[in-house]
């Protein structure tokens, strides 16, 4: 999948030769916390024992296959990994500015919309060193937004918000890192935008539709996770959270951002709640 | 019709592969007079709540409750009879038949047809009324239809039905069904043999014709893995960016059409 992640994604790459087995397991396993890849992985293919057997124990597929007696053959481009850092690092520098023009330009955001919030950790160029701290900030953060009356007193692009979903049986810790939240408001209430970035460029009707899909169904993971967290945090009412997204793609050849606006993610949504439901 | 790829069409502000009215609405939609008939003329009161989850607009029925039953005469106590008693007191039921463990056949799938036809046969044998309006009156052949998405089951559709009725009936596709209507419609699921479904299995506009031609009652005949299969199903959002997904649309209208049968214990296994 050479190309295709943001470095969100790429926090939990498995990949890596130098560090020793046991030491890289437990690092990946703790990269593992973000339970949106695992929990993606498993809605993929849920009938499969070893899919479940990874997603659920938080094993990478790769020593699946070694406990099974097989040769692991996946890993990333290191080019592909690079290309992703850096087309995020140019979408939100300066305070997420491209990020943030683009988002006016197609009408996700108003002319007038600013100010930049940034949950991102530490290895991403964020100011957090943890994904705990980052939760925490993140919890701060909407609790504030939830008493906030004028749309001047919030940031409308958030980046590297990190949640916790209430915990099931099958999945009891769900940490969502999620890219992207443009926040708009609609009667005096704010509403979260999801987005979702990609560094694949966007090729209109030619754009890969399983690696659209992808993106899609992590958006409706956000959403479902979203509104799980504010009704948690008691602020539900006073938050409300898009049933439309929108992706981030780039332009082909370049690093400038290609936004798609108005995402349905209603069934996906949908998905993601039926499949926590099934856990 | 068009027969090249459209692909690089997709994402463009006038797409040429899609209906005119479509393109012209979603351009000039806040400039448009939009006028909707608050109930429909055609269906049973209760059929409407079943019906309504395909449309994206509200609407009731102009029948009001009660108003309409399909009244079977004294029968056997089979599947048969039992799904024809239950129109007595709802307007729509389902018929199930077992699948093979090897699977469903594909299109042509003998007997779905020929529970489909029996089904059809025992209307007319059981000397069934439709009370409607408060007028009642017999049930003869002209008053029943039946459809099913692929000709080729129509076909086995025709075929299976008993001589005397064959031709005398009308057998056809949701398309050519559309602008129609029967007293009685039965009909073969389009999900019926379909383990695995498509993007244009899940469409629900042919589902949706075939659900909404009968004035009184509608009988649906499919393989008894449909539930399973719907459950199964992971919707994947494959659509080009900014286009509706089809796909999570369907799956969720026809789960909730299904899941509305068996709540209300409207399934009887033949």
Known sequence: VAGTRSSRDIQHQTVGSSPPRSRQVAQVMNERRDTRLRFEQWARNPSCEANRISAVHGVPMAEVVRREHGQPTMGQSPFALARGQMFEQVLLRNNGLRLRESLIQTGVLPASATGFQDFRLRQNRGPFRTLDEAREATSVFFKNMATATDPGQVPVVVAGAVVCVPGRAMLPEAILVIDVLAVTWVARRPVLVVGEVKTYPDRGGYTDGAELATARAQA???????????????????????????????????????????????????????????? | VITIPTARWETAPRPPHLPAPEIILERFRSQALELELPASRRLPHD???????????????????????????????????????????????????????????????????????????????????????????????????????????????????????????????????????????????????????????????????????????????????????????????????????VVGRGHAQHRLFWERLQSGGRVVAA
């Open chain 1, 220 to 279: 409706g993971v956000y959403v479902h996770g979203l509104r799980q967290v504010l009704t948690e945090l008691g602020v539900a009412d006073r938050i409300a959270v898009a049933d439309r997204g929108f992706l981030v793609l780039s332009r082909p050849g370049s690093n400038r951002p290609s936004i798609r606006a108005n995402e349905d993610l209603r069934y996906q949504v949908e998905r993601a709640a039926r499949a926590r439901s099934l856990q």
């Open chain 2, 47 to 245: 059929s409407v709540s079943l019906v309504r989850s395909f449309y994206d607009f509200d609407f009731g029925a102009f029948a009001g409750p009660g108003e309409r039953a399909i009244l079977a005469g004294q029968g056997a106590r089979d599947p048969f009879d039992r799904a024809l008693g239950l129109l007595r007191e709802v307007s729509v039921v389902a018929v199930t038949v077992p699948t093979p463990d090897a699977g469903p056949p594909l299109e042509r799938d003998e007997d779905v047809a020929d529970v489909a036809a029996r089904v059809a046969a025992r209307v007319l044998e059981r000397n069934t009324r439709f009370h409607q309006d408060g007028s009642v009156r017999t049930l003869e052949p002209r008053h029943i239809g039946l459809a099913a998405t692929h000709r080729v089951m129509n076909t086995e559709l025709n075929a299976r039905l008993p001589g005397n009725l064959r031709g005398r009936l009308r057998v056809d596709t949701p398309e050519r069904w559309q602008g129609l209507e029967c007293p009685v419609m039965i009909v073969v699921h389009p999900l019926s043999g379909v383990t695995r479904p498509s993007a244009f299995d899940l469409e629900t506009g042919r589902l949706c014709v075939m659900a909404s031609r009968h004035r009184g009652g509608l009988i649906v005949v499919t393989r008894d893995h449909l539930a399973d299969t719907l459950d199964d199903l992971i919707p994947s959002a494959e659509q080009a960016v900014g286009r509706p997904d």
